[in-house]
């Protein structure tokens, strides 16, 4: 009889390569160069790779928010901490896309015509959960394509920040009622009386403050991920328009030093 792991009777027994359907995966990274030149096949399998962080990261945020609004602190620091080692990883990856130098680039970049990192629906779902709100982003797909509306599903539903103020909430701590009842498909911004409630969520309940350090953890994870992004797009193309008619450095250099959850810099300097 053969043996099963969770499969029909008398099917073939699970595999390293099967359970991860390597055949597929292996398959995935296809040059268009010719010869093919050397370093397109690693700016794919980076991409390839940056992709599937991403995949995981939507997983885990998912996890945060859970855990969050069912108040539970423990299981939200530890999906934060898993979430900022992602990020470390992410970035950690750009360093293997610096080894490849302006001229190596240069040799496969025409083929890419109008394909560019700015269309990765999965980092602007990212954008969304994290609060960012823009029509803009959702331009660059087509209208009733899947990705235009996983995009707009996320901006439609409660970001990370949302999900910490019920959080402290549920713990106790006053948060003004016009800040839990906000119109969620709206960009948040700074609040005076959110911060003032942050202030006293510090100085009085260490749990929650500790869950607020995690998200100032992740914020700073963006931010570098954003600057090291920034250098490495330098790097390689200098101040040239990117792939795909995008402003390239010049956009991204414009990301850079935003906060993702402003209301918990802004209290810094009162604490």
């Known amino acids: 009889m053969a043996r099963?792991?969770?499969?029909?009777?008398?099917?073939?027994?699970?595999?390293?390569?099967?359970?991860?359907?390597?055949?597929?995966?292996?398959?995935?990274?296809v040059p268009l160069s010719e010869g093919p030149e050397h370093d397109e096949l690693l700016f794919i399998?980076?991409?390839?790779?940056y992709e599937l962080w991403f995949k995981a990261l939507l997983h885990e945020f998912?996890?945060?928010q859970e855990s969050l609004e069912a108040d539970d602190g423990v299981a939200a620091g530890a999906a934060a901490k898993r979430i900022l080692t992602i990020l470390k990883t992410v970035v950690a990856q750009i360093d293997v896309l610096e080894t490849m130098t302006p001229l190596g680039f240069g040799s496969f970049r025409g083929r890419l015509e109008s394909a560019s990192g700015f269309q990765s629906a999965q980092f602007r779902q990212l954008e969304a959960v994290l609060g960012r709100r823009s029509t803009s982003m959702l331009e660059p797909y087509s209208?009733?394509?899947?990705e235009r509306a996983a995009i707009a599903a996320a901006m439609s539903r409660r970001s990370v920040f949302d999900s910490l103020?019920?959080?402290?909430?549920?713990?106790?701590?006053?948060?003004?009622?016009?800040a839990l009842e906000r119109d969620v498909t709206q960009p948040p911004a700074p609040d005076p009386a959110v911060q003032e409630a942050?202030?006293?969520?510090?100085?009085?309940?260490p749990d929650a403050a500790g869950v607020c350090?995690?998200?100032?953890?992740?914020d700073e994870g963006i931010q570098e991920w954003r600057?090291?992004?920034?250098?490495m797009v330098e790097r390689t193309i200098g101040g040239r328009i990117g792939t795909g008619g995008s402003a390239g450095a010049e956009y991204l250099r414009s990301t850079l030093f935003r906060p993702t959850f402003p209301d918990l810099w802004e209290i810094r300097s009162r604490l």
């Open 4 to 29: 099963q792991y969770g499969g029909a009777v008398g099917s073939r027994a699970l595999t390293y390569s099967s359970y991860l359907h390597l055949d597929e995966l292996l398959a995935c990274q």
């Open 45 to 49: 399998v980076v991409h390839q790779v």
């Open 62 to 64: 998912r996890q945060l």
């Open 143 to 146: 209208e009733g394509s899947p």
């Open 165 to 178: 103020l019920r959080y402290l909430a549920a713990a106790g701590h006053r948060l003004p009622a016009a």
């Open 198 to 205: 942050l202030i006293a969520v510090y100085r009085d309940d």
């Open 213 to 218: 350090e995690r998200l100032v953890d992740i």
């Open 227 to 231: 600057y090291r992004h920034v250098k």
